[in-house]
């Protein structure tokens, strides 16, 4: 896959318009039908996205992203899309639909197809929607492809709803949605190595400040560490057993597992929610928790 960040000529495609935070169920549907038309029609596919989401720049907030940007950007790539148009959104942010769609759209990519979910829109005032790009696909010579909402246990799946399954521990329904786990990645950093002392060593990894936060807590993870994949647990928090006012961090202890991974990126995927955070009284009750604590995993 290509990344094109600056607008090029890039005639006749298969286009999935979207931001396309985490990638979830849905939008594979939309991105996998730009890829099959392309494929059955000898053109070639694009995903058209932005590097930021759209509501940080209309209501001035930080992003809080489902995944990193750059992960995204893989698992566009696995589905088979061959151009990747990151557009800069303050170049583009005041134009109509009709603008949107004649002189970024057409002018550039003069698209043969345009796939989008059910509640896409663009262009001010959200104005370019479904049943715009409808009604000019005749004029503008493309089809129009508007790809249904996607259910998963009866919820339409959308990233609001992972996000807030994420906010309030519910990876289970949040991986459902995603079709994978949900994970952050980061490079293991030293500890106080409290850990190793009571038998259970942990690889600590900033947690991504742009993430969406998961609450304190106990998780059953799996660690891709060296290309391996392995199970574990871990702990997002402050470790008030043994830190007064500590920063938060995640603390991976990682089953079966004796290598020096410092200064080494790991992925932590998560699979359940064990319980919340807690102080204890002291290391003794915190290694005999642990121990029930991975029982459950």
């Not at 942990?202 to 947690?207: H, P, R, S």
């Not at 961090?249 to 929610?273: A, M, P, R, S």
């Amino acid at each position: 896959m290509q990344i094109i960040k600056n607008l090029e000529y890039l005639k006749n495609l298969s286009i999935a318009l979207g931001f396309f935070d985490g990638v979830h169920a849905a939008h594979q549907k939309v991105i996998a039908s730009a890829v099959d038309y392309a494929g059955k029609n000898g053109l070639k596919s694009a995903v058209i996205t932005f590097k930021n989401h759209p509501v940080c720049y209309l209501k001035n907030v930080q992003p809080s992203y489902i995944c990193q940007r750059e992960f995204s950007y893989k698992l566009i790539e696995n589905l088979g899309i061959d151009y990747l148009i990151e557009l800069d959104f303050t170049m583009i942010s005041g134009l109509s639909a009709v603008d949107y769609l004649e002189k970024i759209l057409i002018k550039y990519f003069s698209p043969k197809a345009i796939f989008t979910g059910f509640n896409h829109t663009f262009g001010a005032k959200r104005s370019g929607d479904a049943k715009f790009l409808t009604d000019n696909s005749v004029k503008y010579g493309y089809e129009y492809f508007e790809i249904p909402p996607q259910k998963i246990n009866s919820e339409i799946v959308s990233s609001s709803k992972i996000r807030d399954y994420i906010k309030c521990g519910n990876v289970e329904s949040a991986n459902a949605m995603l079709g994978r786990e949900f994970s952050v990645s980061g490079e293991v950093i030293e500890g106080n190595k409290i850990g190793r002392t009571i038998g259970f060593p942990t690889a600590n990894i900033l947690y991504p400040q742009n993430i969406i936060e998961l609450p304190n807590g106990v998780y059953g993870v799996k660690v891709l560490a060296g290309g391996k994949e392995y199970r574990g647990i871990a702990n997002f928090g402050s470790k008030p057993t043994v830190c007064e006012n500590c920063s938060k961090i995640l603390e991976v202890n990682i089953f079966d597992f004796n290598e020096n991974i410092y200064f080494q990126n790991i992925e932590v995927k998560f699979l359940k929610f064990i319980r919340s955070e807690k102080k204890f009284s002291g290391l003794d009750e915190l290694k005999e928790q642990i121990q029930k604590d991975i029982k459950t995993c």
